[in-house]
């Protein structure tokens, strides 16, 4: 079969992402043209519609999965599903990511995106087909500690420790983790390479996940080397 008839890498699924932000509107699109029917899932109605304009062949569902209660409600309303990625990004507001300098109660509102991974992980068996799979979001500050940066760090790695978990516990479900760096950072002085990230990478990525079987309890870097530790 030559490359131009090969079919559609996520041909014939169902794949749910949740999340507004550019990774899940960028992610949406992608799952679309490898073939797949999508959702695109966030709280904010107006926030998703949007989102959605651009993408007239995505359905939008409003639904806050970061409720446990929720999280079910919105797998049993879209089962059967082949694959979910959880792409809500949850940034802080304040400029301060240390761990003595955030302040707690941001602190508590951006853990909300370990939650809201947990309790979509934890509804998937039975609505996320055996075989298909979740995909989470982290960061390169998980394994890559520095001066004001504690805080996301210990998110990203609970959030990478709970992939690992999940892969292990809920097999045959697929459980792998993307781990982003900077996106269009601008100059380049946290990635090894002269190529800025873009959405576009990290949700090439993700479907590249969801369509292949044999990859669970991964996780991948998408950072330009940012993870390695070389910038300032």
Do not use: C
């Amino acid at each position: 079969m030559s490359p131009a008839m090969a079919p559609l890498p996520l041909a014939g699924t169902r794949v749910l992402v949740v999340g507004t932000g550019k990774l899940g509107v960028t992610t949406a699109a992608h799952a679309r043209a490898a073939g797949a029917e999508v959702t695109l899932s966030g709280r904010s109605g107006p926030r998703l519609a949007a989102a959605t304009l651009s993408l007239p062949e995505v359905t939008p569902v409003v639904a806050d999965p970061e409720d446990p209660d929720q999280a079910v409600e919105l797998l049993e309303r879209l089962q059967p599903l082949d694959h979910v990625a959880v792409l809500a990004g949850g940034a802080t507001t304040s400029r301060a990511y240390g761990i003595a300098t955030t302040p707690p109660a941001e602190a508590q509102r951006s853990f909300a995106r370990f939650w809201l991974s947990y309790h979509l992980l934890r509804a998937a068996p039975g609505r996320v087909r055996p075989g298909g799979s979740v995909t989470l979001l982290s960061g390169s500050s998980s394994r890559r500690p520095s001066d004001g940066r504690g805080f996301w760090g210990s998110l990203h790695g609970a959030i990478e420790a709970l992939g690992r978990n999940a892969a292990f516990e809920l097999a045959p479900l697929r459980v792998n983790t993307v781990s982003p760096g900077g996106i269009g950072v601008s100059p380049m002085n946290r990635q090894l390479l002269g190529h800025p990230g873009q959405p576009a990478d990290v949700a090439s990525m993700v479907v590249s996940l969801m369509a292949i079987p044999a990859v669970t309890g991964t996780l991948v870097d998408v950072d330009g080397g940012e993870f390695l530790g070389g910038f300032e």
